[in-house]
Nanobody
Framework: QAQLVESGGGLVQPGGSLTLSCTNS????????MGWYRQAPGEQRELVAA???????NYADSVKGRFTVSRDSAKKSIYLQMNSLKSEDTAVYYC????????????????WGQGTLVTVSS
């Protein structure tokens, strides 16, 4: 079984909403910060949202005010609620540990998941 599994992607019209889920089979309680990343065709993977163990969040300017990241340690999962979706949000979305908000003791997971594709189109 893959350690990181993303789900919830699909085709949605501009202005629509979608919620993504990410489950780490080994849990997230010991990870300081978990983040959502996305990679559009021909682009570098970028961090779009992150949440720390104590609930602090950070968002890329491009998604601020539209996306909300949350976590549920009991379910070993983080989530990304995506509202007011734009065509620019089209990408494959991944999750992994993040080291930007808290660098100390940060250990990204070596094996990325398959990601989940979000396509925003009319």
């Amino acid at each position: 079984q893959a350690q990181l599994v993303e789900s919830g992607g699909g085709l949605v019209q501009p202005g629509g909403s979608l919620t993504l889920s990410c489950t780490n089979s080994r849990g997230i309680s010991s990870i300081k910060t978990m983040g959502w990343y996305r990679q559009a065709p021909g682009e570098q993977r970028e961090l779009v949202a992150a949440i720390t163990y104590d609930g602090r969040t950070n968002y890329a300017d491009s998604v601020k005010g539209r996306f909300t990241v949350s976590r549920d340690s009991a379910k070993k999962s983080i989530y990304l609620q995506m509202n007011s979706l734009k065509s620019e949000d089209t990408a494959v979305y991944y999750c992994n540990a993040d080291c930007v908000m808290i660098i100390e003791g940060c250990n990204p997971i070596n094996q990325w998941g398959q990601g989940t594709l979000v396509t925003v189109s009319s």
